[in-house]
């Protein structure tokens, strides 16, 4: 059974950067495509970017594209979700996610593993 432990949030001002770890345990992490969403207050969970399972191919959001560097280590059994020039509009509730066929995949449900989620709040 696939466990993931998210951890990296806090508050933060506008235009600093935080980054967020999501350990994967119970499986090795080559097998799988991972992914990052957010809930924001008072809406649904948004994908913020994908994996591939040999950390080549990549997805983004557009909102988060050119700020954001979703990266993993395999070695280590964690993905990463690197958070430049944070805005307001960013405050969310992150979560790591596991299990989809392709980083194409931007469905909620097409992920069959989640992680708790971590708070991003960026604020001045």
């Known amino acids: 059974q696939v466990q993931l432990v998210e951890s990296g949030g806090g508050l933060v001002q506008p235009g600093d950067s935080l980054r967020l770890s999501c350990v994967l345990s119970g499986r090795t992490l080559i097998g799988y495509v991972m992914g990052w969403f957010r809930r924001a207050p008072g809406k649904e969970r948004e994908f913020i970017a994908a994996?591939?399972?040999?950390?080549?191919?990549?997805d983004y959001t557009d909102s988060v594209k050119g700020r954001f560097t979703i990266s993993r280590d395999n070695a280590k059994n964690t993905v990463y979700l690197q958070m430049n020039r944070l805005k307001p509009e960013d405050t969310a509730v992150y979560y790591c996610?596991?299990?989809?066929?392709?980083?194409?995949?931007?469905?909620?449900?097409?992920?069959?593993?989640w992680g708790q989620g971590t708070r991003v709040t960026v604020s001045s």
């Open positions: 994996i591939g399972r040999l950390g080549i191919s990549t």
């Open positions: 996610a596991a299990g989809a066929s392709t980083v194409e995949d931007r469905l909620p449900s097409t992920y069959n593993s």
